[in-house]
């Protein structure tokens, strides 16, 4: 059983930086590749990124990269997500997510999830 719990949301303007981080709780943590997922008002819940076990590849969504990095701390049991030039688009509640297998960008195959942390980014 892994439990996360993500931290880091808040209230921000376009074009600043936020860090989200997930913590999770257990002594497995560095077998599971982690993700992080956003569901905004009124939509599914989308894929942002995605990092392997040891950190040594990450996969993004194509409206976040080059914009935010994903990152973990096998040794701390935490992943993070740094999020530069946020756009009001960017605004939703983000979820961190471990899984088994990498990448995987699928939210039913995920095994694990956070209570998601809100994040807004006003215009």
């Known amino acids: 059983q892994v439990q996360l719990v993500e931290s880091g949301g808040g209230l921000v303007q376009a074009g600043g930086s936020l860090r989200l981080s997930c913590a999770a709780s257990g002594r497995t943590f560095s077998s599971y590749a982690m993700g992080w997922f956003r569901q905004a008002p009124g939509k599914e819940r989308e894929f942002v990124a995605t990092?392997?076990?040891?950190?040594?590849?990450?996969t993004y969504a194509d409206s976040v990269k080059a914009r935010f990095t994903i990152s973990r701390d096998n040794a701390k049991n935490t992943v993070y997500l740094q999020m530069n030039s946020l756009k009001p688009e960017d605004t939703a509640v983000y979820y961190c997510?471990?899984?088994?297998?990498?990448?995987?960008?699928?939210?039913?195959?995920?095994?694990?999830w956070g209570k998601g942390t809100l994040v807004t980014v006003s215009s």
């Open positions: 990092i392997s076990w040891s950190g040594g590849r990450t």
């Open positions: 997510a471990a899984t088994t297998s990498y990448p995987n960008f699928i939210p039913d195959d995920m095994r694990y």
